[in-house]
């Protein structure tokens, strides 16, 4: 069964970086398409990043445009996720999901419902 793991959540001031990575069981990983959701406390989940299987293709939620960069390695089974400029908006925690249907490597989903599997969630504190 394909698991998923995130790592490198943290406490971070205002204007700092962090770099989250998922990491992907499964022998298909090159085939999914991968996105980044967060869920702060009273709110509902959203789309924060997310990249096709070949990693050129890449979408960004509005808020986080500029300041976030998704990137896979293949050869990892490995989805990152480098986030600049955080804010204190931005605390929340925040989830990879797979998609293992993805029929083109230049579509990225960006509802909750279009993603099959999910990680158990990294929190990420900014203080201001």
């Known amino acids: 069964q394909v698991q998923l793991v995130e790592s490198g959540g943290g406490l971070v001031q205002a204007g700092g970086s962090l770099r989250l990575s998922c990491a992907v069981s499964?022998?298909?990983?090159?085939?999914?398409?991968m996105g980044w959701f967060r869920q702060a406390p009273g709110k509902e989940r959203e789309f924060v990043a997310g990249?096709?299987?070949?990693?050129?293709?890449?979408m960004y939620g509005d808020s986080v445009k500029g300041r976030f960069t998704i990137s896979r390695d293949n050869a990892k089974n490995t989805v990152y996720l480098q986030m600049g400029s955080l804010q204190p908006e931005d605390t929340a925690v925040y989830y990879c999901?797979?998609?293992?249907?993805?029929?083109?490597?230049?579509?990225?989903?960006?509802?909750?419902?279009?993603?099959?599997?999910w990680g158990q969630g990294t929190q990420v504190t900014v203080s201001s």
């Open positions: 999901a797979a998609d293992f249907g993805a029929i083109s490597a230049m579509v990225v989903p960006t509802t909750i419902f279009e993603y099959d599997r």
């Open positions: 499964g022998r298909t990983f090159s085939r999914y398409t």
């Open positions: 990249i096709g299987w070949t990693g050129v293709f890449t």
